[in-house]
């Protein structure tokens, strides 16, 4: 079966970090560019960050831009993000996303179930 | 506020059919392809359309997208209770070098 796990979301305090894990499963992980969204508490999905198969390029929108990173271990089928400098703002829904076959980045055909960050003081 | 524009909601009596629109730039649905996912509530987001038109395997052929200049369109026919739900489009936008999303639209039958 073809699945994503996300962890290692929680509480978090301001200008606190945080490390989120994507384990895959059930296909070439290492074929596929990997991307995490969130959503924060009843809004809609923003795009966070992108890393191709071979980690070579990356990308990410501008409002994680410097605070946030973006890593995988293609050995261990697993993707990062790790988050420093936490706002408010930040507070969402976490997902791990596969991109499918090709170059579109948006084009995420597989989802986690997503991890929870809260940031609060 | 987003970069792609959607109506918040949309909605019609069972087996009707709607449309929703989501209204972009040159910068990206002018220049991209553009996907489409529906987002049950409670569950994560699932792909349901992707290349504009195209449909994953398993995807009924209920659901169709449509994409013309900077704007694109999905419609879903026969609308079922199990359609109520979150619809977001999606693509890439070159001057951001960013994923862009619309602000999601609320399907009611």
């Known amino acids: 079966e073809v699945q994503l796990v996300e962890s290692g979301g929680g509480l978090v305090k301001p200008g606190g970090s945080l490390r989120l894990s994507c384990i895959a499963s059930?296909?070439?992980?290492?074929?596929?560019?990997m991307n995490w969204v969130r959503q924060a508490p009843g809004k809609g999905l923003e795009w966070v960050s992108s890393?191709?198969?071979?980690?070579?390029?990356?990308h990410y929108a501008d409002s994680v831009k410097g605070r946030f990173t973006i890593s995988r271990d293609n050995a261990k089928n697993s993707l990062y993000l790790q988050m420093n400098s936490l706002r408010v703002e930040d507070t969402a829904v976490y997902y791990c996303a596969r991109v499918g076959e090709g170059i579109q980045v948006m084009i995420m055909d597989v989802w986690g179930q997503g991890t929870t960050v809260t940031v609060a003081s | 506020q987003s970069v792609l524009t959607q109506p918040p909601s949309v909605s019609a009596a069972p087996g009707q059919k709607v449309t929703i629109s989501c209204s972009g730039s040159?910068?990206?649905?002018?220049?991209?392809?553009v996907s489409w996912y529906q987002q049950l509530p409670g569950t994560a987001p699932k792909l349901l359309i992707y290349?504009?038109?195209k449909r994953p395997s398993g995807i009924p052929d209920r659901f169709s997208g449509s994409k013309s200049g900077t704007s694109a369109t999905l419609g879903i026919t026969g609308l079922q209770t199990g359609d109520e739900a979150d619809y977001y489009c999606?693509?890439?936008?070159?001057?951001?070098?960013?994923?862009?999303f619309g602000g999601g639209t609320k399907v009611t039958v």
């Open positions: 290349d504009s038109d």
């Open positions: 059930g296909f070439s992980f290492t074929s596929h560019t």
């Open positions: 040159s910068s990206n649905i002018g220049n991209d392809y």
């Open positions: 890393l191709t198969s071979s980690s070579f390029y990356k």
């Open positions: 999606g693509t890439w936008d070159t001057s951001l070098s960013s994923g862009v």
